[in-house]
């Protein structure tokens, strides 16, 4: 039992490590306008959805712990906001049907558009100015609209894989 729980947490953190390296690889090579794809947010919405509220806290919390200490922002402001959308997409976990595209591109655009209103609240609370611009919201929104798909595609196959070696 103990060595399932093991493999299990060796599993996700090593996929929390790819995400790190592919956050800092491909986001700055694909960024045009300042803007490129959120690889956290995705992947917290997409797994936050297949495994539950509970992985969605904790996952919410690490992927907004390390854009925390990768940023010049408020901190602990992405740690509260990934937590707090972490556990909303996992709170839909088993009532959102999201093998239909429509379904992701919804969420998606939704999540998108909580997060950005949510720094934007924070930074006027707490006095930081976070600047947004109508091109920079419009690339980064159309960045995660194209890689929505690959990314529910890839956290189903992962979820389907961790599913299957539990019940072994």
Do not use: C
């Not at 790190?20 to 797994?47: D, N, Q, Y």
């Not at 998108?112 to 609240?121: A, G, Q, T």
């Not at 930081?128 to 960045?143: G, I």
């Amino acid at each position: 039992m103990k060595e399932k729980i093991r493999n299990r947490f060796a599993t996700y953190f090593a996929i929390y490590l790819i995400l790190v390296l592919i956050t800092g690889i491909f986001a700055r090579h694909l960024r045009f306008l300042k803007a490129s794809p959120e690889f956290f947010l995705l992947f917290l919405v997409a797994f936050s959805i297949h495994r539950g509220a509970v992985f969605g806290v904790v996952f919410g919390f690490f992927s907004g712990l390390f854009l925390d200490f990768a940023s010049l922002f408020l901190v602990g402001s992405q740690s509260l906001i990934f937590t707090t959308l972490g556990y909303s997409a996992g709170l839909l976990s088993k009532k959102l049907y999201t093998n239909f595209f429509q379904s992701q591109i919804f969420l998606v655009i939704a999540v998108s558009l909580l997060r950005w209103i949510s720094n934007y609240f924070l930074g006027e609370i707490f006095g930081v100015k976070y600047a947004l611009s109508l091109s920079w919201l419009a690339l980064t929104l159309f960045y995660n609209l194209i890689i929505t798909a690959p990314v529910f595609f890839i956290a189903e196959k992962i979820d389907l894989k961790m599913r299957e070696t539990k019940k072994v």
